[in-house]
């Protein structure tokens, strides 16, 4: 029998994740494209938790991943009044039962890793290729880029990301991603402008709240070379609507006055933490805006032919650091319905729906849930905020509920063991 044979739109980490995880289990040859005219630099930094790293494992590219991003574990929430409200290692449940913490990794580096394998593993990667249009026959679809080309395979994977083109064109074009709310403002700062006091507290996630919203700050490499830095609000959308021509030049507004915004918010923290805010929010030169959008619960994952991957299928707010974790999922569950030839296309998709709709919703919630602490608040709002937090804490380590996984099962989850 021949190979099959499946066009992947999109060379971020759910396409290249995809080409490197169809090859290993199934007869599928995959060829890539993907729409800039490079690999992407866009993004700053990701955290993948345990249920993420395992997969990259078994893809056989955690210890190339390892090598690049910071692994700590331990979360510190700061007060601007210099005390500690909370601390915890908020993945060692977990990392006790699968093997893997918690690593903070530059986007660009996770998709160098990624690409890396994928060229060694003989898989074609073509940039610069646009798609224009989708159609299908019996015998198999057919992808139209702008350059003229027309590529026929048995499937394509649509992992071209929340504003999918395979998507909105194909599959379910009623179904829109929608402004979540929020936006985010981050950059990565080079040790070197850092004094050591600053680095040596810098040993895992470091958050401090405050009255506009959430400044986190998380070393982003395994030396900690370089430190991300970001800052979550709640922001209304420009007068120009939620189109990406409208945030962009928002964007650049914000971007000017970040800068001095982040330097007033931190002006009068105390102790050695508002020393080192004061010293980071002075070491910031580049800053990118991200306005997070997320797609709404429910539409379509699939039609015919033609699956959707990762974001594409399910963008959800950050705030579950599970992005790059739930399209390895998708990834790795596809590999295994996919395995089989003989297996008819729509009844792997169905299944492939029926598995990971529950679990998508799960962690969509857990992330809209954990987006509320970036509200803005007042004085005595976010005097409450830190209480709340600090009591549930060491009420939490009273009872014992973070031996006993309290807000880690989703970290242990196998995808590999979905009944299929």
Known sequence: MPSRKAIILGAGPAGLAAALRLQQQTDIECTIYELRSTPTTLGGAVGIPSNGQRLLHRLGVWDQAHSRGFSGSNLTMHSLSGSIVASSDFVGWARERTGFGYMRIKRTDIVDVLLDAVQKAGIPVQFGKKLSALSESESGVSATFDDGEVVQADLLLGCDGIHSFVRSKYVDPGYAPVYSGISTLGSVI???????????????LES???????????????????????????????????????????????????????????????????????????????????????????????????????????????????????????????????????RPLD?????????????????????????????????????????????????????????????QHHLVYDIDEAEI
């Open 190 to 204: 080079p040790a070197s402008v850092l004094s050591a006091e600053t680095l040596a507290q810098l040993n895992g």
């Open 208 to 342: 401090t709240m405050t009255e506009k919203g959430m400044l986190a700050v998380n070393p982003c490499t395994a030396g900690k070379e370089e430190v991300f830095m970001f800052f979550s609000k709640f922001l209304q959308l420009p007068e120009a609507g939620d189109s990406r021509d409208g945030w962009t030049a928002h964007g650049k507004e914000e971007v000017e006055s970040y800068r001095s915004d982040l330097r007033k918010m931190v002006e009068h923290a105390k102790g050695t933490w508002g020393d080192a805010l004061r010293e980071l929010a002075h070491g910031v030169s580049d800053v990118h805006f991200y306005p997070i959008y997320r797609l709404p619960l429910g539409g379509k994952w699939s039609r015919g032919r033609v699956v959707l991957v990762g974001d594409a299928a399910h963008a959800m707010s950050p705030h579950a650091g599970q992005g790059v974790s739930m399209a390895l999922e998708d990834v790795f569950l596809l590999a295994r319905l996919l395995k089989d030839p003989a």
């Open 347 to 407: 009844e792997a998709f169905e299944k492939y729906d029926a598995i990971r709709r529950p679990r998508v919703d799960e962690i969509f919630t857990m992330a809209a849930n954990n987006a509320r602490n970036r509200k803005a608040t007042g004085t005595w709002g976010l005097w409450f905020k830190e209480l709340a937090i600090s009591m549930f804490m060491n009420v939490s380590w009273a009872l014992g509920l973070d031996r006993s996984g309290k807000g």
